[in-house]
């Protein structure tokens, strides 16, 4: 009995052994199908099923071999050499994947990973300058200690950041950039909530809107429905996002890393491409996801099992596929955080099923008899026409599933640009993509293509979790340099090395902004769809003119300022019937329809008889059904519709 605790923890870490060992072997075989029989496949161009079919055996067969014979070499040098060598196999094989998949996806020619790699000679120079003398020179008089200095730095960096992310975002709102989705449709949602109304959500066209989205987290936000502040999901996103320097702040410390390391993975996690699309874009339910991650990994290394459960529970109430980054979560603890294991297993056992509960038997039920592709993640075309289907063709196919992870080229310079931005270090912590593999698969495996590249908010997640697997990265290599130093006897290796990975990573962060797809959300503070300063203030008049309690067609831009009601609808001819007040303009967002659309439902309200002009400046009107306070068209207006005119 005394043994029994022992056995049960030996046979974990065979188990977990044996995984590690036959994931890259597994992979490594499916890249090299790819450089020998799938030579002639174009993964830029992307991949078909139909075009993939005659591969499936010969894949397979790689896959599966590479797999199997991985762990059995793995198992046999664990037997024969010593544990410090045997653990080494494992990462030479994991590094040979990526270095084989790269040279096939001619990924060490992009602009990118050039700069990545040459700038690490740059960054290893200016560490000498800098502890050459320079630093004594500059800063030598100066009376700061480096230790006191940190905590007040990382503070700083947030405040900093928190500051930026309210202005742009607030910037955008206030000038009518933001949306009807997503910014509308939430500050709809915790009107609903906050006011005790039935959860259907007029403005997603009269549905459910836990049926769109399994977001039982905006419960905790609805009070802000309250405050009148149609920006307030923004500034709660801005303060969620800048706390994530916390957890990084209290990991750096714990790992006993040097402070500049942390402030630039700080600094690159809270400004890198990903983020700044999620800032800049409307508000979006998983924002508090990237700092309960970061506070959960934290929570893991220092043992804390009430603040991982907190955390897991945060990322499990936030949208569906999150639910699956909590069972990441608890994989990752149950493989790699020895003392967490029972908590981790046990936050897996119940998210798993809890996950398939709600995308197939909750989210349907609630859409039942409305649009079932509302369900997100019931878009896996290629794989299948559900989860349960998608996810068993992946395992019967998966040389196609991990090709498809970076096929077709976007899904690739997403890649770069995202990885790029922390110098490719988290391919030295490869535990971590246990938790990146959920998001990785909720975006790359998808055939909804806004997912692939680096707009919106799908890359946040991934960026989190990557700044964590850089600071575990920076650990291992500063203990194998702390050995290296200890036998060539050099003393001031180690500062030399921090210096260099710091500024190195700051090289990388500012290379990954530049050579990206598309220019950084914060490259400009102004957009060309904001409307004018003229007609924002014209906007605003005419958003005066409609009750609190009215129901309301608005048209996109419009729709976040009005959304604080139970009924507002985006146009559409259904739903003129059921308002009595509507806002449009010709010349701005019409989105999801286009300008013509709006024309025409103007010119159908201007001629029916139930509705009455009872705004118009510049080109922005508002009628109102069975109102007496007419008043006659712009002249902006006519100008932008002739046709107008002439019924006038």
């Known amino acids: 009995m005394q043994t029994r605790p022992l056995k049960d923890k030996d046979v974990i870490e065979k188990g977990v052994s044996f995984v590690w060992l036959f994931v890259p072997g597994a992979l490594l ?6 450089c020998t029989l799938g030579a002639d496949l174009d993964l830029n161009k992307g991949l078909s099923s139909r075009g993939l079919m005659p591969y499936q055996m010969s894949s397979n067969l790689f896959f599966w071999g590479g797999g199997i014979l991985n762990s059995v070499l793995g198992l046999y040098f664990n037997k024969t050499l010593k544990p410090i060598k045997s653990t080494v196999f494992p990462f030479l094989v994991w590094f040979l994947v990526w270095g084989l998949l790269a040279y096939r996806l001619e990924s060490l020619q992009k602009p990118i990973t050039r700069w990545v790699f040459f700038t690490l000679p740059l960054a290893w120079f200016a560490a000498r300058v800098w502890w050459g003398g320079f630093r004594e020179k500059v ?3 100066l009376p700061i200690d480096p230790d006191s200095m940190r905590k007040h730095l990382f503070v700083l960096l947030s405040l900093g950041a928190f500051t930026v992310f309210c202005w742009y975002s607030l910037t955008r709102h206030y000038s009518f950039g933001s949306g009807s989705w997503d910014m509308g449709c939430y500050n709809h949602n915790i009107w609903l909530i906050a006011h005790f109304k039935p959860l259907i959500s007029t403005v997603l066209g009269e549905v459910n809107f836990i049926g769109d989205h399994f977001v039982p987290i905006l419960f905790l936000f609805a009070p802000l429905a309250y405050t009148g502040f149609t920006g307030g ?7 969620a996002v800048a706390l994530g320097v916390i957890p990084i702040f209290a990991i750096t410390k714990h790992r006993k890393l040097s402070a500049h390391v942390g402030l630039v993975v700080s600094l690159i996690y809270l400004f890198s491409m990903g983020t700044q699309s999620m800032i800049n874009f409307d508000f979006h339910e998983i924002a508090l996801v990237p700092l309960a991650i970061l506070s959960a990994l934290w929570a893991l290394e220092t043992r804390n099992k009430k603040i991982f459960v907190l955390c897991a529970l945060i990322v499990f109430l936030s949208k569906e596929s999150a639910i699956i980054y909590a069972a990441g979560l608890g994989l990752y603890a149950f493989c790699f955080a020895s003392g967490m294991r029972r908590i981790g297993i046990i936050v897996s056992a119940i998210s798993l099923p809890a996950f398939v509960l709600v995308v197939s038997v909750l989210q349907p039920a609630l859409l039942e008899g409305g649009p079932q592709g509302m369900i997100h993640l019931a878009r896996f075309k290629d794989f299948g026409t559900s989860v349960p289907e998608a996810l068993l063709n ?18 690739e310079q997403t890649w770069l640009v995202t990885l790029g931005a922390f110098g490719f270090l988290p391919f030295m912590a490869p535990e971590t993509f246990v938790l990146m593999l959920p998001n990785l698969m909720e975006r790359f495996l998808s055939d909804k293509r ?15 979790i990557s700044a964590y697997a850089t600071l575990i990265a920076t650990d291992r290599l500063e ?9 060539l006897q050099h003393e001031k290796a180690k500062r ?8 190195w990573l700051l090289l990388c962060w500012g290379g990954s902004l530049h050579y990206a797809p598309q220019p950084f959300e914060f490259k400009t503070l102004n957009k060309k769809y904001f409307s004018t300063p003229a007609q924002i203030e014209i906007n605003n008049k005419a958003l005066l003119q409609i009750p609190a309690d009215a129901r309301v067609v608005a048209q996109n831009h419009f729709l976040p300022f009005l959304a604080y009601r139970q009924f507002i609808w985006q146009p559409q001819d259904q739903f003129f019937a059921k308002a009595n007040y509507a806002i449009l303009n010709p010349v701005e967002s019409a989105w999801p329809h286009r300008k013509g659309h709006v024309k025409r439902w103007i010119l159908r309200l201007f001629n029916d008889p139930k509705w009455t002009l009872t705004f118009s400046e510049g080109t922005t009107v508002v009628f109102t059904k069975e109102s007496k306070n007419e008043v006659q068209p712009d002249l902006a207006l006519l100008r932008v519709m002739p046709r107008l005119k002439k019924e006038h």
């Open 394 to 411: 992946m395992m019967a196919f998966p040389t196609k599933a991990f090709l498809m992870f970076f096929a077709p080229e976007v899904k």
């Open 29 to 34: 075989g499916a890249v090299l199908w790819t």
């Open 450 to 464: 806004e997912m692939w590249g680096l707009g919106f908010h799908y890359s946040v997640v991934w960026v989190s």
């Open 479 to 487: 203990h194998m340099l702390t050995k290296l130093a200890n036998l």
């Open 233 to 239: 999901l923004l500034v709660l996103q801005s303060a």
């Open 496 to 503: 030399t090395f921090r210096f260099t990975i710091g500024f």
């Open 139 to 141: 800063f030598g008089a």
